[in-house]
């Protein structure tokens, strides 16, 4: 059952000139709903064309940053391809950071122009504190006049900028591999690594992922409660529904249950009655919609498939999920570096609690300790190891970090810091990080952040954060806190002050404090004490 891989793109490729040109010959075909309206093929396709002529207009030129920073909607999507198709780089960002997180990024990728919501204005006027970055123009979507307008920067308010310019009669003549959109990851210490992704990368995910394994077509609706500015809501919502001719629902708010139900079940003004046939979300997300009590019944939603990543699926989840809406969740291994998945189980061949195969595409290695592949056991399963990756989605670089981008990419390798055993089935199981990143719903968690968070608490001494398992096997963050003499805190307070500090879904779901932290003699924290500690109590409970 080998199917040929589909043809590598041709040198000169832009992403965003691909997708509009398979979509001319379905002009009148929806293409994105959102909350507020709704966007078919031929009018997705002027408006990415207005949107690069317009950021031309601006001054920008091929290569320069642009931070976009937007509420998922179909301005996010406009501006994304219109980006691409000017050769502008867009740096799409988390909409949940706080304002230091942004001032970081605008001078670390020498933002030229920001494309924002009205929404999250307040925060980026914060990040423009001070002089030191280069923006000098903001874009502001979702709302008819931008404010408040940050001084010393030119504003305009986004409809009227789009509109203000004819289409882009051509694209910007790139390369396949050069740089095309940059996404944020962060690591256990430093600063978040600009990852940046060339034209050709997104083309392979699509092709290779959303189609090939996926098996996505052109009568899909899908919905993705992972954002866009996720790698995984990039792919899910983005390339995947618009490489193959489908449409897709976009929601600006938190995926709540709530939330998320009402896009199932096609009860929202801009649905009207259509119901997503393929949703995509993270195990927390899964975990938490099957606990609440207004869960549809299988009668109620469209689906015909399901698809998880960010953390490792439970096996418990996926049996409930699947005994209740009689669709698979179709786990998969992606990373913000590979740009989506490449290792998952098939939708007709789905096995909980695993990773699956290698996606048709991607090569994987298990490697020991002296860095070769350890060699497959008479039965051909493989111990446990450092899990490589090769394949033609890998980013180029961290930007600006040489260091840390020759520690991830070695060549034609990507090491993913994930540790991985082989059953003797070929399928790949997940056996834990080889760093000390935590996955909190499916979103890269540093302890050491919190913990440094924690610190500039004046009633705390000090602080561990370690991630413990909770009932549905998933990970949450712990905080264990020493209080200098004679102060007093409630664990409350400690997590609001995480949260007004640090991006607010870092905050730590379980505070506990303690007389004193496990050491070395050397004086280091023994996390690893703290959760033996846990796992005997939860062996205990
Ligand atoms: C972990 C998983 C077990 C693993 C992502 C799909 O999560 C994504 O990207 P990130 O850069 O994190 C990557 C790390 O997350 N992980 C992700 N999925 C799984 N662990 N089972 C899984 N199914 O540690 C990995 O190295 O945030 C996921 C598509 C694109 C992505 N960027």
């Not at 990773?355 to 991607?362: F, I, L, R």
């Not at 993913?416 to 909190?440: E, F, Q, S």
């Amino acid at each position: 059952m080998t199917t040929p891989l589909p043809p590598a793109p041709p040198a000169r490729f832009n992403f965003a000139a691909h997708l509009l040109q398979r979509s001319q010959a379905y002009p009148e075909r929806m293409a994105l709903i959102d909350d507020r309206t709704s966007l078919r093929y031929g009018e997705l396709d002027e408006r990415v064309r207005r949107c690069a002529r317009a950021l031309h207009a601006l001054g920008l030129h091929r290569e320069e940053r642009v931070l976009l920073l937007m509420h998922d909607s179909h301005e996010w999507v406009v501006s994304f391809l219109g980006c691409l198709y000017a050769g502008v780089v867009p740096v799409a960002v988390n909409t949940l950071l706080s304002a230091e997180d942004y001032a970081y990024q605008l001078r670390h990728a020498r933002v030229q122009a920001a494309l924002v919501s009205a929404a999250l204005l307040p925060v980026l006027s914060a990040a423009l504190q001070g002089d030191a970055h280069e923006l000098r123009h903001i874009v502001v979507a979702h709302a008819s006049a931008p404010d408040p307008r940050p001084p010393g920067v030119a504003c305009h308010a986004f409809e009227d900028w789009l509109h203000a310019h004819d289409p882009a009669a051509h694209p910007a003549d790139t390369h396949a591999d050069e740089p095309a959109f940059w996404l944020y990851s962060s690591g256990s210490t430093g600063r978040p690594k600009g990852t940046v992704h060339t034209h050709a990368n997104p083309y392979w995910t699509a092709e290779l992922y959303g189609r090939g394994v996926l098996g996505l077509h052109a009568q899909d609706l899908v919905f993705s409660a992972a954002k866009l500015f996720f790698a995984y809501g990039l792919g899910n919502a983005l390339s995947f529904p618009l490489s193959v001719g489908a449409a897709t629902v976009l929601m600006a708010e938190r995926p709540t249950p709530p939330a998320v139900f009402a896009r199932l079940c096609g009860a929202t003004a801009t649905l009207a009655g259509r119901r997503p046939t393929v949703f995509y979300g993270a195990p927390t997300g899964y975990a938490g919609m099957l606990a609440h009590p207004q869960l549809p019944a299988r009668e109620q939603v469209g689906l015909r498939l399901c698809s998880s990543a960010g953390e490792a699926l439970p096996r418990d989840i996926g049996q409930r999920w699947t005994a209740h809406f009689g669709v698979p969740i179709v786990d998969g291994i992606g990373s913000t570096e590979m740009l989506h998945i490449y290792c998952s189980n098939r939708p007709d061949d789905v096995a909980y609690g695993t990773s699956g195969w290698p996606v048709p595409g991607y090569e994987l290695e298990i490697r020991g300790e002296d860095g070769r592949p350890l060699p497959p056991n008479p039965d051909g399963s493989i111990e446990i190891g450092d899990l490589y990756v090769r394949g033609p989605s890998a980013a180029l670089l961290y930007w600006n970090d040489r260091e840390r981008s020759q520690q991830t990419f070695q060549g034609a390798w990507t090491r993913t810091g994930d540790k991985y055993i082989r059953h003797a089935d070929g399928r790949y199981v997940y056996a834990g990080r080889n760093d000390d990143m935590l996955k909190v719903s499916g979103i890269y968690v540093s302890p050491f952040e919190v913990e440094a968070t924690l610190v500039q608490h004046p009633a705390v001494l000090e602080a561990a954060v370690i991630g413990i398992t909770d009932a549905d096997g998933l990970t949450k963050t712990k905080a264990f806190v020493v209080l200098r003499p004679g102060c007093s805190v409630s664990a409350e307070e400690l997590q609001a002050h995480c949260k007004q500090h640090l991006a607010a879904y870092k905050y730590p779901r379980l505070v506990e404090f303690v007389p004193e932290l496990p050491k070395t003699a050397t004086g280091k924290i023994q996390r690893f004490r703290l959760r033996e500690l846990e796992a005997a109590r939860a062996a205990a409970a």
